[in-house]
Antibody, heavy 120, light 108 residues
């Protein structure tokens, strides 16, 4: 059974930093790209970033490029999101999602999310 | 960036009814890269459809998807009480993913 468990969400001041983690199990982590998708309170879904299974390829939404860094540790089956220079508009629940894969541009499993609040 | 516009924003329906949700793209999207998700309050999204018309694992056959180019639809043939939720379409293109703003199905 695929399981994704996010952690690291917290209240942080504008301009601050935070690192999110996502522990994966139930599949061969290194064989799949992984992604972060966020959802501001009462709003829709917003793709943030994707990393390839090898960790070589990384992709970012324009809204976070240069501020967020996605990474993974295949030995720990864990995905990370380092968030710097946080803004109020980054306030959201951050979901870890499995996928996409080659030719399959969707997210087939999601974690329950971790809440990041950026406020003074 | 490809913008996805879903309509209507909210639908009030009764169990047993048939419903079709619309997702329109600002430019052509490959059918292979169009997906639909269902999200209930306080829960993570769940993949329903991928490749525009393929059901994800465990999704009942009352859900179907179709479309091509810029117009895609998700149809629920007969609404069950557990189907009342928010539905999102999603596309991939130019190394970017975008979601529609969602359609909320509420019980009438």
């Amino acid at each position: 059974e695929v399981q994704l468990l996010e952690s690291g969400g917290n209240l942080v001041q504008p301009g601050g930093s935070l690192r999110l983690s996502c522990a994966a199990s139930g599949f061969t982590f290194s064989s799949y790209a992984m992604s972060w998708v966020r959802q501001a309170p009462g709003k829709g879904l917003d793709w943030v970033s994707t990393i390839s299974g090898t960790g070589i390829g990384t992709y970012y939404a324009d809204s976070v490029k240069g501020r967020f860094t996605i990474s993974s540790d295949n030995s720990k089956s864990t995905l990370y999101l380092q968030m710097n220079s946080l803004r109020a508009e980054d306030t959201a629940v951050y979901f870890c999602a499995k996928g996409p894969t080659v030719g399959k541009a969707y997210f087939d499993y999601w974690g329950q999310g971790t809440l990041v609040t950026v406020s003074s | 960036e490809i913008v996805l516009t879903q309509s209507p924003g909210t639908l009030s329906l009764s169990p047993g009814e048939r419903v079709t949700l619309s997702c329109r793209a600002s430019q052509s999207v490959s059918s292979s890269y169009l997906a639909w998700y269902q999200q209930k309050p306080g829960q993570a999204p769940r993949l329903l459809m991928y490749g525009a018309s393929s059901r994800a694992t465990g999704i009942p056959d009352r859900f179907s998807g179709s479309g091509s180019g810029t117009d895609f639809t998700l149809t629920i043939s007969r609404l069950e009480p557990e189907d009342f939720a928010v539905y999102y379409c999603q596309q991939y293109g130019s190394s970017q993913f975008t979601f529609g703003q969602g359609t909320k199905l509420e019980i009438k």
